[in-house]
C-alpha cells in the first residue's frame, strides 16, 4: 500500500467506526484501538502534508480558537414555525392547505420536534463545507469548527446522494450527557446549567472548539434543501440522507389524514418522557415536494409545515421574594424569585411577572404556593397561586415606587403597562442597556465588542454613554482584564467600521423608545436623514404611515432633551451615516407608488430578496398572496400553477421579471 492509500483507508476506517458508534450507537472497535489508528493517521498526515484533508477525522478534536464568529448570509432563508395547539387548530391548517393546492390527496410527514439549537450544514460534491447557526433566519455565525467535533455528523458523503445541498438539524444535548455536566459543575462547586437547549446552544459559540468537543453534543437532521430534483418527497429525501450516514431519526411516519397526524400526537405526549432528549412538540410537513413548492412561505414560516405543541407541564413551588429588574428604556419588570424547582428537565429558579397588573390579577404574595409552566418561552410563567396552601397570614404584594437602582421615583403613563425610571442619564443599567443595544448585531453590529466588555468599559469609567466608543484607543483598552493587544485592535477596528453601518440601522441603535427595527427602517423612508426627524413637529409624524401617538410622543421627548442632540452632533463628527446614503437615494423612487406585487417562481437576472428590495426601493409593497388588491404578478420560472390560476381568475397583471425591469428603469 503506498502512503496515500494508507491515510486513505485509515480514514475510511475510522469514519465507519465513527459512524457506527455515534449513529448506530453500535460501538465496533475499542476506544484504545480507535486512539491508536487516530495517532498513526495523525503521523501520518503531519509527515505528508500534501495529503491534509479538512474534513479528516484528525480534525474532529478540536483546538481552534475563533474569538468573533463570522456573519454569513444563508443562501436559503431558515425560517420559523407556525404553531398549533389543538386538532381544530390542524384542520383549519389541512383546509388552507387543501385549498391553495386544489386538492384533498396531500400526505403528511410527521416527525418529533427537536429542542435545541438550529443548525445549517452546508456540502459540496458531497463534502462537508460550513456550519452555520440560523441567527435571525437571514444570516447567522459561522461555527464550523465548533461543529466538525460533533461525531455524529458525516463530513464526506462517498455514496449515492445529491452531491449540493443544505442539511439542516437540531443541535441537541441529549439528557443523559446534560445531567452527566451538571455532576460535574456540582462536583466543582459551579452553577449548574440551567436547560439542554441553552447549554446546547452556548456550546455553539464557545471560542475553543476543544471545549466544544468534550461536550456531548448531538445533532438531529430534519430537512435536505437543495436545487437538485433526486427525491419527489421529504421523506424519501430523509430516508436516503439517512441511508448515508445521517442521523436522522427513525420515529419519522407518513399519515394521509390529520386523524393519523392526531395518533402519532397522542402517542409522543405520553411516549416522550422516555426519549433520551427532549422534544417540545411535532412537526407536520406536506410530503411532496412540488406540493411544497407550491405552498410556498408567508413572511415568516412555511406554508407547507407546521408545528403542533404539547401541553406544558406545570410544578408548584413557592414564592421566596419579587425583585426588580430596570431595562435599557427604563422599563421595570418585576421577577419572581423561586424556591428551585424541577420542570421539564430544567431547574427553575425565576419567572417573570411582567408587570404590577399582572402582580395585581394573580394576588400573588410573598411565601406563596404558586403553579409555575414552561411554554415554548424561555422564561417559566406564574399561571396561579393555590391560595389553599397560602399562609395564614400574609400581606398583599405592594409594587415598589422606586427605582431599585437610582432610587428615583418610577412614573407610569397612562395607557402603559409598565412603570419606567425616568432617570435615563443616571441610572446604570438604563446606560449600559443603552450601549448593548447600540453595539448589538441588528444596530451597529460592532464586532470585537460583546456586553461583558461593555461592562467591563463602565466599570472602568472609559465610557459612558455609546458616542464614547467613538473616542476609544488601543492604548486604553489593552492594560484592561482579560484584553490582548490583538483583541483591543480588533475591537478599535470594529468601532471604526461601524461608521459604514446605514442610517436606518444607526436609527434603530440610538435606542429611542418605541423605535423598533421596521419602525426606524419605516422613518429612515420617509425623513432620510437624522435633521429632518430631529425637527419634525408631532403633526409631521403621525402622518407618516404606521406612526401612532405613542411612537411620534417618544421621538419628540428624544428629539428635544440636550444630553440627546449633544449626543447626535457627536455621532455626526465622528462621521457615522446620518443620512440615507446618496446611492440609495438615487436607486429610490415612487415609480411603483400605490402598487402591490405578488412575487412568484425562480428569478435570474436577481434574487428574489433583490427583487422585493427593488419593488419596496421604488415605493411597491410586497405581498406574500395574490388578492382582489394585487395589481401585479412578477411571474419566474416554475411560478406555482395554483398561483397562476388564481391571478387569472383574478385578472391580475402577470409580468415577467425583464418587465418589471423595464418598468424601474
Ligand atoms: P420555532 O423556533 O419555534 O419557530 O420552530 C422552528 C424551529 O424548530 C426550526 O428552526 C428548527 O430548528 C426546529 N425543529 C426541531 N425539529 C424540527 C423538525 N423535525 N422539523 C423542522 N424544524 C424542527
Ligand atoms: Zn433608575
Redesign the pocket.
Known sequence: MTIEQLIYSLRDELNTHTYNYYVLDNATISDFEFDKKLKELEKLEKENPIFFDENSPTQRVGGTITKNFETITHKNR?Y??DNSYSKEDLFDWEKRIQKALGTSEIEYTC????DGA?INLTFENGQFMKAVT?GDGFQGDDVTNNIKTIRSIPLSIKEDFVSNFEMRG?IILPLDGFNKMNEERVANNEEEYRNPRNTASGSLKLQDSAEVAKRPLDCLL??VVTDERKYKTHFESLENARKVGFKVPDTIVLAKTIDKVFEFVNYWDAERHNLPYETDGI?IKVNNLQQQEELGFTSKAPRW?I?YKFKAEQVSTTLNEITYQVGRTGAITPVANLEPVQLAGTIVKRASLHNADQIEKLDIRINDTVFVEKG?EIIPKIIAVDFSKRPEYSNPTVYVTNCPECNTELIRSEGDAKHYCSNEFGCAPQITGRIKHFISRKAMDIDGLGGETVDLLRKEGLIKNYADLYDLTVEQIIPLERMAEKSAKNMIKGIQKSKEIPFEKVLFALGIRFVGETVAKKLAKHFKSINNLMIADFETLISVDEIGDRIAQSIIDFSTNELNIELVNRLKKYELQLEISAEKLENQTDKLQGNIFVVSGVFHQMSRNELKKAIEDNGGKVSSSISKKTNFVVAGDNMGPSKLTKAQDLGIQIISEQDFIDKIK
Not at 416527525?111 to 427537536?114: D, F, G, P, Q
Open positions: 431558515m420559523s414555525l416527525e418529533l420536534k427537536y438550529s440560523r437540531e430534519y430537512q412537526v409545515a408545528a415554548g
